[in-house]
C-alpha cells in the first residue's frame, strides 16, 4: 500500500509545463468555457431553439449591443490576418462571419422563415468556430504538458 502511494506521487510529479502558469491556466479555462458553448450551441440547435438577434430599437442596449457586435466582427476578422495557425485563422474568421451576421440580421426586418434559416446557419458557424479553437487550445496543451522532466534548452549552457 505504501509503494503504490509513493509511485502515484512519483506520477504526478513527472509532468511538467512549458509554459508559464498564467498562460496554461488560462488555456484551460478557455478550452472549459468554449467547450461548454460548443455544448449549449449543439443542444440548442437539436432541439430548434437558434438564436435570432432582436430587431435595433433606439434604446441604449439594444444600440449598444449593436455596436458590440460590429467592433468584435471587426477584430475578429483583423485577428483572423494577425494568427500565424491557420486553425486560429479560420476559427476566428467564422466567429467574425458569426457577429457580423447578427450585426445585420439587426438591421433589418426579416420574415420568420429566412430568420430561422439565418439563425440556423450562424449557429452552425458558431459550432464549428467553437470545435476548432477547442481543438487548438487542446493541441497547443498538449505541446506544452508533458510527462517526464523538463526538457533542456536548445544550446545547451551559455
Not at 506520477?11 to 467547450?35: K, P
Not at 429566412?114 to 449557429?123: K, M
Request: proline residues 4%; aromatic residues 12%; hydrophobic residues 50%.
Amino acid at each position: 500500500m505504501n509503494a503504490e502511494s509513493e509511485t502515484r506521487t512519483a506520477r504526478v510529479r513527472d509532468i511538467s509545463v512549458e509554459s508559464d502558469w498564467v498562460t496554461t491556466l488560462g488555456a484551460v479555462l478557455l478550452f472549459i468555457i468554449w467547450g461548454v458553448l460548443l455544448v449549449r450551441e449543439i443542444r440548442h440547435f437539436i432541439w430548434g431553439h437558434v438564436s435570432v438577434p432582436p430587431h435595433l430599437h433606439k434604446g441604449f442596449l439594444s444600440i449598444w449591443n449593436w455596436a458590440f457586435e460590429g467592433i468584435a466582427a471587426v477584430y475578429c476578422f483583423v485577428f483572423a490576418f494577425r494568427f500565424p495557425r491557420k486553425p486560429a485563422k479560420v476559427a476566428c474568421a467564422l466567429a467574425g462571419i458569426y457577429l457580423a451576421g447578427s450585426f445585420l440580421l439587426s438591421c433589418f426586418r426579416l420574415s420568420l422563415g429566412v430568420q430561422h434559416i439565418a439563425g440556423a446557419s450562424r449557429s452552425i458557424l458558431y459550432q464549428i468556430a467553437l470545435a476548432i479553437s477547442c481543438v487548438a487550445v487542446a493541441d497547443w496543451l498538449t505541446s506544452v504538458v508533458h510527462r517526464g522532466p523538463p526538457s533542456e534548452p536548445q544550446g545547451g549552457n551559455n
